[in-house]
């Protein structure tokens, strides 16, 4: 069985090449453009790992890593961050609120694919 992605961008183009990427891996994706958009998609779904970029209208990653983690069907979920933010300041504030890694774009394809297996048993 394939693993589930959950992709979070406000960039329609990131959104089509991760998504591309990770399903020619054999994973099912599914995407949203913000915290809010992604909130109200998982309320009906439990993926198998979340990556988010952190600088998005109406909700950012860090907002909704924060109540992503406040739910108890999410508290072990692996969740990446996949931004263009690389101040080490961010990270960790990331880290603190429960992210599990943190990309900073641009992630050629198979690095992508090798940090998932990475942080994803059995995928």
């Known amino acids: 069985m394939s693993k589930t992605i959950f992709v979070v961008d406000d960039s329609a183009t990131m959104?089509?090449?991760?998504?591309?990427?990770?399903?020619?891996n054999g994973f099912k994706v599914?995407?949203?453009s913000d915290g809010v958009q992604a909130l109200d998609k998982?309320?009906?779904?439990?993926?198998?790992?979340?990556i988010t970029d952190i600088n998005m209208p109406r909700m950012g990653g860090m907002e909704l890593i924060q109540?992503?983690?406040?739910m108890s069907k999410f508290r072990f979920t692996?969740?990446?961050t996949l931004t263009t933010e690389?101040?080490?300041g961010k990270r960790d504030q990331a880290k603190?609120?429960?992210?599990?890694?943190?990309?900073?774009?641009?992630?050629?394809?198979?690095?992508?694919v090798r940090?998932?297996?990475?942080?994803l048993p059995g995928a």
């Open 96 to 112: 603190q609120l429960g992210a599990t890694g943190w990309l900073v774009k641009p992630v050629p394809p198979g690095d992508l």
């Open 67 to 70: 109540a992503l983690r406040a």
């Open 42 to 50: 998982l309320n009906s779904m439990s993926p198998d790992l979340i």
């Open 30 to 32: 599914e995407t949203a």
């Open 115 to 119: 940090i998932i297996k990475q942080v």
């Open 78 to 80: 692996p969740i990446l």
């Open 15 to 24: 959104l089509m090449s991760v998504r591309a990427s990770l399903e020619m």
């Open 86 to 88: 690389s101040e080490s």
